[in-house]
């Protein structure tokens, strides 16, 4: 919460802006994101692969971490990584909450 993302992420306008910190479980991470053309959303699933990852290289969970579970305002993603293709999944339930029809 220290960094001030509202005011980050209009900078990098074609980029999403995922602020990233360890924790607070050994195999987590805790992530704000700032996405282009939105703002600050609560979740984003491309966004906690792609921290998952990162979360790897960098240091942030243990070396061989096969689940790395992303916190988020939103909700909790847990991201599943192959290490060896380094494939990041998205994992567990998913739930239904609405349909859109968007006007031709």
Request: with cysteine.
């Amino acid at each position: 919460t220290a960094v001030p993302l509202q005011e980050l992420g209009p900078k990098v306008p074609n980029v999403n802006l995922e602020i990233v910190a360890a924790g607070p479980e050994d195999d987590a991470v805790t992530m704000r994101v700032h996405e282009r053309g939105s703002g600050i959303t609560m979740a984003c699933g491309t966004g906690a692969c792609a921290v998952a990852e990162a979360a790897l290289v960098w240091g942030f969970v243990p070396p061989g971490t096969p689940e790395v579970i992303v916190h988020m305002d939103g909700g909790d993603a847990k991201v599943r990584l192959d290490l060896a293709s380094r494939v990041a999944t998205l994992i567990g339930p998913a739930e239904y909450i609405a349909t859109f029809t968007v006007p031709a």
